[in-house]
């Protein structure tokens, strides 16, 4: 037994030099940054998840290879400067309720739009971001019925991408965590799934809370050294490795299936008309408190020839787009809402060469031009149609 301890010891620091050797390697010929990857949302029990309060704008969002961004929330979670809820004197108020367009997926503060409407409009006028990354139109209701109206807004402008919309009202559970949803009983819209459960399954899926042990080590050594992703990231990519390290309890397989909890599915024929009940009932909570509603549509993505799309997509895009773009246009009408369409300017900025939306093939969402663009036809709308205490007349350049 003596004789094996010394071999034992130098197998053992055999590889610990060998994976020493290896991390160095790494870093010198395949660098990437070591980061934590931090969470901008927390739970909600109503609302599945909310905004949680970031001081620290200098944490870096990576949304693409190598691309980042910073995030700055105040202190009830609203990206912008501190809002109270009792609103100032001679002050106007704009509520914006949206996903993660209005949010500002992948820009800094400064370049997301509510920001550059702010500019803008003067300090007679407020702007309130009450946007949040993956939030359906079932969200954003019980988010301003709970949340928004405490500001006693004057204007709520609400964004709708029906891309994204239309898939995220139609389940209980989108992005892999529990949410609400509204089911729809003849003239009545019944809200399931509240309380949204909480589980160890969905912290760790959503917000990167591992309750093992053996998470907890996993998730210490993806974020602090270049071997354990590299490994793994290569194990991974065998299909029947994966499945043997998911059988030995050493992998994890991300699904959209939580044991225990039930998955509330609305039958899809349904879907398009729940959309439009939606908006409908926000606009109804927006009046019902004394303020404006305007409804904006958000197109998907349908950058010029020599953009990096999928094949096919773009083709699609356009298509949908236009039909979705004249339904709303019949809805707005027939309901007497405001409705302000993106699709004709946005297709006559690519006319003239603008990256409206992100050149990433994995991205759909805005360019710091894109925002820019948006701001300035919001505010062009709202000066025209006497919302705003400033000058009719676009200032932007």
Known sequence: MKKLFPNFILCISTV????????????????????HRPYHEKYDPVIGWVNKPLKDDDVPFEFAPNLYFHVRHNSKGLRGKETDYPKPAGIKRILFVGDSFFWGYGLNNKDVLTEVLQ???????????????????????LWLKNEGLKYKPDIVILGFFPTNDLDEISSSISYYFPKPVFVPDGDKLVLK????????????????????FLGKLKKFLRYHTHTYPFIVGRLNSNPELRLLLINLGLGEE????????????????????????????????????????????IPSKEQPAGANLYKGIREKAYENNAT???????????????????LPVIRERHKKGAIIYSPAKYDHHWTASGHQIAAETIYDYLSVHGLLSVSPASQFK
């Open 16 to 35: 610990i030099a060998f994976f020493i050797i290896l991390e160095i390697a790494l870093a010198l010929l395949w660098p990437h940054k070591l980061k």
């Open 119 to 141: 500019k803008k409009a003067g300090e007679s006028v407020e702007i309130i971001n009450g946007a949040a990354t993956g939030y359906g139109t079932d969200q954003e209701l």
């Open 193 to 212: 799934n509240v309380p949204v459960p909480r589980t160890e399954g969905t912290e760790r899926k959503a917000f990167a809370n591992p309750p093992t």
């Open 254 to 297: 991300f699904t959209n299936q939580f044991p225990g909890i039930p998955l509330i599915k609305n039958n899809p024929a349904d879907i398009e008309k729940l959309a439009f009940r939606l908006i409908l009932e926000i606009k109804k909570t927006a009046e019902k408190a004394g303020a404006e509603f305007l409804l904006v549509h």
């Open 324 to 342: 979705m773009s004249h339904k709303l246009q019949d809805f707005a009408a027939k309901e007497k809402i405001q409705l302000l369409d993106l």
